[in-house]
């Protein structure tokens, strides 16, 4: 099993920024996937960003490329998602997501953390 800890989002009005962190602990392998996705009311869960632990390799969702950025902390297994340049359209609650690459694949979600961004 894996646990992931979500730091505290919060209220930010348009142009800020915002840093969420995720800690992770556990049974958790080098070669996996660690990120974050997002769902605002009435939407899908979307992926925001995610990072391959094996090699750093990322992935941004278009919406976000250039304003977040996904980094780690390999000793700490955390992720962070800086957010920069926050828009009204990046509320939502923002869920830390680890999944294995190896043995049984499935999802392990953090319980979400809310960001606000008001214009």
């Known amino acids: 099993q894996v646990q992931l800890v979500e730091s505290e989002g919060g209220l930010v009005q348009a142009g800020g920024s915002l840093r969420l962190s995720c800690a992770a602990s556990g049974r958790t392998f080098s070669n996996a996937r660690m990120g974050w996705f997002r769902q605002s009311p009435g939407k899908e869960r979307e992926v925001v960003a995610t990072?391959?632990?094996?090699?750093?390799?990322?992935l941004y969702a278009d919406s976000v490329k250039g304003r977040f950025t996904i980094s780690r902390d390999n000793a700490k297994k955390n992720v962070y998602l800086q957010m920069n340049s926050l828009k009204p359209e990046d509320t939502a609650v923002y869920y830390c997501?680890?999944?294995?690459?190896?043995?049984?694949?499935?999802?392990?979600w953090g319980q979400g953390t809310q960001v606000t961004v008001s214009s």
């Open positions: 990072m391959w632990w094996s090699d750093g390799t990322t």
């Open positions: 997501n680890y999944r294995p690459l190896v043995g049984v694949i499935r999802d392990y």
